[in-house]
């Protein structure tokens, strides 16, 4: 995988991936994290939606991937899964997080048709419910979704046991332990730091307390 360097020198530049073990961040969970992912700031430039959208086809395509429909969650994988559509020449749906409360009442919006193989495109996954309910909805309107392709994750185990459960995978196109070693690779952290976030990543949820933050 040629491209995760790339991604991790972009993240990392522009803000989309920020890293502070000695000043944790606050999630919406209220757990203190020593790093932070706006993956939106990847649309500010023309050069990083295609380095995002050519990474997802060449994950496709390496991995022989069987696609008939692209589909995106509501909305932060909307913009990616556009990209991606358009480079593929194929059709483009997009998922919301519930269904709307007027007209047709739709859940999936766009073209879909019964039997199609659908490709999911996620921005961040980090507990992986999100994406999940979005393959749900795509099967219950008769898709089949096997596969869901996202920027970044953090790679909780919970998520793992949850796509697994869903008969789903999961590419990732920058895991964690590799942000983590393009880090250390450019300097941009020191070994103590490279410490720090390889016990977060061994107990994320307990590693603020650990830490007395």
Known sequence: MKYWKNIARVALDIGAIRIN???????????????????RLFLGEHKHRFLIAESMQEVIESRH????????TATAGIPHATTLAN????PLVYVRSTSKGHGLQNQVEG???PGQEVVLIEDLVSTGGSALKAVEALRAAGARVAHCLCIFSYGFESATTAFKSMDCQLHTLLTFPNLVAF??????INEAQKTLLDAWYEAPFEWAAKQGF
């Open 111 to 113: 073209v879909l048709e």
């Open 65 to 72: 991937i069987p696609v008939d429909c692209i589909a995106g």
């Open 87 to 90: 480079m593929m020449e194929l």
């Open 183 to 188: 880090a250390e690779e450019t300097g941009r």
């Open 21 to 39: 073990p000695e000043e944790p961040f606050t999630w919406a969970s209220g757990y203190r994290m020593p790093v932070y992912n706006d993956n």
